[in-house]
């Protein structure tokens, strides 16, 4: 034998499948030579009744009222024009769209300088904290409208959005605390360290090498608060009596009536609701499972 055939280094799969035991062999090769309908199948079927639902509210949606044709054709917007124009659901986006973008910026900055503080540094109560911040999470929204609207009305916030944007955003803040200290303990403090030996404060450091980092996390972190506050319906429910203060939720409620429900206006109100927050996860769903992933994981 060669000094170079002795020498010769195996491909790491070729490694790692002479060290592999006969049953987890076994197992692979069995799953290798899985047929591919016994995949597809079963997620066409749970694809067909995951998107049924939503056939099924197009088709009211865009159908003339009294239709019973499965097909939307002839095909009207008139739904969309009465939701829009005589039921305000101009004013509900409007208002739908100020909450969740300013419960979003409010939520990343204040979990930002948390997740910062649990990430980097020691403290006596840091073990406390973190237990209460998760026991938070088992306190449903429910409980929290008495005090909040009694703290609210000594504060003359009732019928104003900013209660609602508060109240969402402390809501959304325990989670999102965790969640960016995870994505922070994933990036390594040497690097923060060497931009101080360069010169930079702690802030600058942060700035310049840990925030782009982040990117993938703080995009999770305010999509999920984007979207909650954007479909929540207690809050708004109970802090707004004004209809021109009203967002989206509550106005869906409203095309229910006691003895009739319209149909077609209910079917459009509900794909005006729905598309804003399928085009913004179309958008971020890279960015999205990627920060997720890195959140998940215990630095």
């Known amino acids: 034998m060669s000094v170079k055939e002795a020498t010769k280094v195996e491909p790491a799969p070729m490694r790692a499948a002479a060290f592999e035991s006969p049953g987890a062999r076994k197992r692979r090769r069995s799953w290798d030579e899985v047929p591919r309908w016994q995949i597809y199948l079963p997620l066409s079927i749970y694809l067909v009744f995951t998107l049924i639902p939503f056939y099924w ?8 009222a009294g239709s019973t044709s499965l097909v939307p054709w002839p095909m009207t917007f008139d739904h969309f024009e009465k939701v829009w124009t005589e039921r305000a659901f101009g004013t509900y986006f409007q208002n739908s769209v100020l909450v969740g973008v300013v419960t979003l910026l409010m939520t990343t900055l204040v979990a930002l300088a948390g997740g910062y503080a649990l990430a980097r540094f020691n403290f006596k109560v840091k073990r406390a904290f973190m237990l209460a911040l998760l026991c938070s999470q ?6 929290l409208l008495v005090p909040l609207f009694e703290i609210f009305a000594e504060l003359q916030m009732i019928n104003s959005l900013g209660s609602v944007i508060i109240a969402e955003t402390v809501f959304q803040l325990p989670l999102s605390m965790i969640l960016i200290s995870n994505f922070i303990k994933n990036v390594p403090y040497s690097l923060e360290e060497a931009a101080w030996v360069d010169g930079c404060n702690r802030f600058t450091a942060f700035r310049i090498i840990v925030l782009p980092l982040l990117r993938p996390g703080l995009i999770a972190v305010g999509s999920f608060a984007f ?43 509900g794909i005006i609701a729905a598309v804003p927050v399928v085009i913004v996860f179309a958008f971020i769903q890279k960015w999205l499972i990627t920060g997720f992933s890195a959140g998940a994981v215990k630095g």
């Open 57 to 64: 509210i197009l088709l009211f949606s865009l159908r003339p």
């Open 138 to 143: 088992f306190v449903p929204g429910a409980l």
């Open 227 to 269: 979207v909650h506050s954007w479909n929540h319906f207690l809050f708004a429910l109970m802090f707004l009596n004004n209809q021109e203060k009203q967002t989206i939720p509550v106005g869906l409620n409203t095309l229910m009536g006691a003895d009739s429900v319209d149909l077609g206006a209910l079917a459009a109100g």
